[in-house]
């Protein structure tokens, strides 16, 4: 069956540090994949979008890299700051403009 | 700008009541989507409106849900009668048409509609 997953529902960090998300795909070949972060009571925002012929993408601390060979996204965050802790989601485009979303990663970064 | 705003921010309803959830898109975005999560699992595409018309609707659950887009403005989810199995957060989505621009679409979403079914 199509699925996408993400490393463990809970990730601690200490504040400083680099925080890697993962996410795994099977069964889909998309043309980019999306990360958003999530907020409690709040709906997803967008932060990166990277394409299929990317191998990285960069916005201030972040970063994603996208390997179709291995159907696999990370996502860092350098320098990781307690106001970084959110729930972190993968996302691909399955068929038109639908989003099908990951398990999502919850981080907290720690004093 | 404002963003996109959904109405209620919550609904408790007993299972076989009515419950019609409301989204206003940002001004200009012609595409609107419609998104549920249920309890521990993840976010699931409903369907998409590009202004009144639907242009996918393979993720709606079955026909106890109606969604409308009358005008080409607001959206209206309706779910008739509910069941306990609808409970759950429904987002709402909207965006530009930049494919041509930049080959995708960015979608903003709303803060969701927290529906409880008893």
């Known amino acids: 069956s199509q699925k996408i997953e993400q490393n463990s529902e809970a990730l601690n960090i200490q504040e400083g540090k680099t925080a890697t998300l993962t996410c795994n795909y099977t069964?889909?070949?998309?043309?980019?994949l999306q990360w958003y972060r999530q907020d409690p009571g709040r709906g997803p925002v967008f932060l990166l979008l990277?394409?299929?012929?990317?191998k990285e993408k960069r916005k201030e601390r972040l970063k994603v890299t996208f390997d179709t060979t291995l159907k696999q996204s990370l996502f860092h965050i350098t320098a990781s700051q307690p106001a970084d802790s959110a729930t972190y989601l993968c996302?691909?485009?399955?068929?038109?403009?639908?989003?099908?979303f990951g398990t999502g990663t919850q981080l907290k970064v720690e004093l | 700008e404002a963003g996109v705003t959904q109405f209620p921010s919550h609904s408790v309803i007993e299972k076989g009541q009515t419950v019609t959830l409301r989204c206003d898109p940002i001004?200009?975005?012609?595409?609107l989507y419609w998104y549920r999560r249920v309890m521990g699992k993840e976010i699931k595409f409903l369907l998409h409106?590009?202004?009144?018309?639907?242009?996918?609707e393979s993720g709606m659950p079955n026909n106890r849900f109606l969604a409308e887009r009358t005008g080409g403005t607001y959206s209206t989810l309706k779910v008739q009668p509910a069941e306990l199995e609808d409970s759950g957060v429904y987002f709402c989505?909207?965006?530009?048409?930049?494919?041509?621009?930049?080959?995708?679409?960015?979608?903003?979403f709303g803060p969701g509609t927290r529906l409880t079914v008893l």
């Open positions: 989505a909207s965006s530009q048409d930049l494919r041509m621009i930049s080959g995708y679409n960015e979608q903003f």
């Open positions: 069964n889909y070949s998309p043309a980019y």
């Open positions: 996302a691909l485009n399955t068929g038109g403009n639908k989003l099908t």
């Open positions: 409106f590009v202004k009144e018309s639907k242009q996918d």
């Open positions: 001004s200009g975005h012609d595409n």
């Open positions: 990277i394409r299929e012929n990317e």
